[in-house]
């Protein structure tokens, strides 16, 4: 916490300033054509894809009052979100009979591009939404079934893949004060750095606290992310992005049935319950370079990377004793590209894309017995690294 701490109190004191409102400015009236670039790095429109897709637009993220991003998921028939009411710690959701989405490896998920899905952590394939703000988000595609070899082996269930906001010239707002003494104060802000210039600039934020309605249930948590998008030619085009999160929490842990029933007594702890709760910082950086061949066919590379310092108490029971500490160390290397093409094949009409990525991912794994978070004995230390180079091409879409 000593290092996510002042970014934290910076966030706290722009949300006391800023007013209670729903939105400080509306967007400028300017449209601005922009290329897809899905998933990895895939410049085909999602329609063109044979599964079923389902999106949602910035309008609905800018309406509907969300604390969390992984609550959007809502809005998609068929999805379900299992809230474990434990802070930091991501919810888990199901899709397509699979239940361990989220907070397992049922479902890929994505920020521009960059993959959520820890290889080895706190569960295989789990994907914090936390570090996404609701505010920044252009739209959501969610992939039902495993429908694009480019989303890798979490995609059972399918793919959940954010998109944030690029260029274009806007200023949003949103402040929240509640019950419990909830505060959500997001902002997202885009614009044109200087005059007759192809440079822009993307930005958002986001500050939440609360007390919770449960005892020990207290949680506070900072987003920022940046995102600069240069037009070096007509056919070249470049961005660099970043990304920052902050987290610390209390949790209430976990109550047997009978108390849960009781209204009353649910807002209370269990009997034995422990200090459960955690901590996270997560940073991300990504490259991406564009470029336009010819009016078929575009060209893109993307380098990202990732760092990951998660921690978290947990007691699983009511009897005495039997809180763990779990941290994980974890880093990311990832690097590809594609062609893109939207071109026919003797007058027939065919698209896809052709390309390969490099994928490192190291993740330091330990494990404490602890009592209210002290150390007992330590259990576990282990080191996972799984390496992964992929190439091939999705599947073309050939229509007479």
């Known amino acids: 916490m000593k290092r996510i701490g002042p970014f934290l109190s910076l966030l706290g004191l722009l949300a006391l300033l800023i007013p209670s409102s729903s939105f400080g400015e509306e967007k400028e009236k300017e449209v601005i054509k922009l290329e897809d670039i899905t998933v990895k790095g895939e410049a085909i429109p999602y329609s063109f894809d044979p599964g079923t897709v389902n999106t949602i637009g910035s309008d609905q993220f800018e309406n509907l009052r969300l604390n969390r991003t992984s609550d959007i998921l809502k809005e998609i028939p068929g999805i379900e979100i299992g809230n474990y009411n434990q802070g930091g710690v991501a919810n888990v959701f199901s899709m397509r009979g699979f239940r361990s989405c989220g907070h397992g490896g049922d479902a890929a998920i994505y920020i521009d591009g960059i993959p959520l899905n820890e290889g080895e952590s706190h569960a295989d394939g789990y994907a914090d939404m936390n570090v996404i703000i609701p505010l920044e988000i252009e739209k959501l595609e969610v992939y039902k079934g495993p429908s694009s070899v480019l989303s890798g082996n979490f995609a059972r269930a399918g793919t959940v893949s954010f998109f944030s906001r690029k260029k274009g010239r806007y200023n949003l707002l949103k402040t929240e004060y509640g019950s419990f003494s909830t505060v959500d104060v997001q902002g997202a802000f885009g614009t044109k750095l200087g005059v007759g210039s192809g440079l822009y600039n993307n930005s958002a934020f986001q500050f939440y606290r609360t007390d919770g309605y449960q005892k020990n249930s207290k949680w506070l948590k900072g987003n920022f992310s940046t995102r600069f998008s240069y037009d070096l030619t007509d056919r070249l085009d470049a961005s660099l992005s970043f990304r920052f999160h902050g987290s610390d929490w209390h949790a209430p842990g976990y109550i047997p049935e009978d ?13 034995n319950a422990e200090d459960d709760g955690g901590k996270k910082e997560f940073y991300t950086q990504r490259l991406d370079l564009g470029y336009d061949l010819t009016d078929k066919f575009r060209f893109l590379y ?23 500490e779990r941290n994980y160390d974890r880093t990311v290397y990832g690097t590809g590209t594609s062609l893109n093409f939207d071109s026919s094949l003797s007058s027939i009409p065919c698209l896809g894309v052709i390309g390969a990525e490099f994928y490192y991912e190291e993740t330091d794994w330990l494990r404490w017995n602890t009592s209210n978070r002290v150390r007992t004995a330590g259990t576990q230390d282990r080191k996972f690294i799984p390496n992964v180079i992929d190439s091939g091409a999705k599947k073309s879409h050939l229509m007479g």
Request: zero cysteines; a positive charge.
């Open 259 to 271: 108390q849960f029933k009781d209204e009353d007594w649910a807002k209370k702890q269990a009997v």
């Open 302 to 324: 993307w380098a990202y990377s990732t760092q990951q310092n998660f921690t978290r108490f947990a007691k699983f029971g009511y009897n005495p004793g039997g809180q763990t």
